[in-house]
């Protein structure tokens, strides 16, 4: 029974030993692959998270350039006070500072009057626009009026027609003729920027 024993005890330590070399070995490989997934999962994140200076240099070039656009158009304003204003108002109101006969007046009305409409409206005899043109007056008969076409150019074709035609008719065919045929070439003066301005602000479309 002695000798049995002897031979037994070593081989339970044999076996001991080796089932803990087995569990080390599966520990080393349980923390090998634990440390790998953390590096992966450490790795993704680090490339999914935006780069908080690369948009914050976005977000400042963004904020200069509206600054910037700002600033040229404060700037624009400055050196162009007319640049608020369409090139129709500014040259409206330049034509009446040029020939409007009373420049106190209240109101500025603008009528667009069409091609082939009736130089006299009163009169069967009357001959007809050429062309599409503008008229201005005042908000009185004592204001007088301008009635003109563009050439596109700086220069206006200037029409000799009163605010309200006054006379005896038929005043015959040849009579209106001649008022068409002698029209006026004008160069439109730039003017006063102020003075444009004001008169730009009484403009009233009928």
């Given at each position: 029974m002695k000798k049995q024993t002897i031979f037994i005890y070593p081989s339970i330590a044999l076996l001991s030993f080796s089932l803990l070399m087995t569990g080390c070995s599966n520990n080393e490989a349980a923390e090998g692959n634990s440390?790998?997934?953390?590096?992966?999962?450490?790795?993704?994140?680090s490339e999914e998270k935006p780069n908080s200076s690369e948009h914050n240099v976005g977000s400042t070039k963004s904020e200069q350039t509206g600054t910037s656009?700002?600033?040229?158009?404060?700037?624009?304003?400055?050196?162009?006070?007319?640049?608020?204003?369409?090139?129709?108002?500014?040259?409206?109101?330049?034509?009446?500072?040029?020939?409007?006969?009373?420049?106190?007046?209240?109101?500025?009305?603008?009528?667009?009057?069409k091609a082939g409409t009736k130089l006299n409206p009163d009169d069967e005899t009357s001959g007809s626009y050429p062309e599409d043109v503008i008229q201005l007056a005042g908000s009185?008969?004592?204001?007088?009026?301008?009635?003109?076409?563009?050439?596109?150019?700086?220069?206006?074709?200037?029409?000799n027609v009163?605010?309200?035609?006054?006379?005896?008719?038929?005043?015959?065919?040849?009579?209106?003729?001649?008022?068409?045929?002698?029209?006026?070439?004008?160069?439109?003066?730039?003017?006063?920027?102020?003075?444009?301005?004001?008169?730009?602000?009484?403009?009233?479309?009928?």
């Open positions: 440390t790998k997934t953390v590096e992966s999962m450490e790795k993704k994140s656009s700002e600033d040229q158009e404060n700037l624009k304003e400055k050196t162009d006070p007319l640049s608020a204003y369409s090139s129709k108002e500014i040259e409206y109101a330049r034509v009446w500072l040029q020939l409007g006969s009373n420049q106190q007046i209240d109101h500025l009305y603008i009528q667009h009057i009185r008969l004592v204001d007088g009026s301008v009635t003109y076409s563009g050439n596109g150019n700086g220069t206006i074709n200037v029409y009163p605010l309200r035609w006054d006379g005896q008719y038929p005043a015959r065919e040849d009579f209106y003729k001649d008022i068409i045929k002698h029209t006026n070439l004008v160069s439109v003066d730039v003017g006063d920027d102020e003075q444009v301005i004001q008169l730009i602000k009484k403009i009233e479309k009928n």
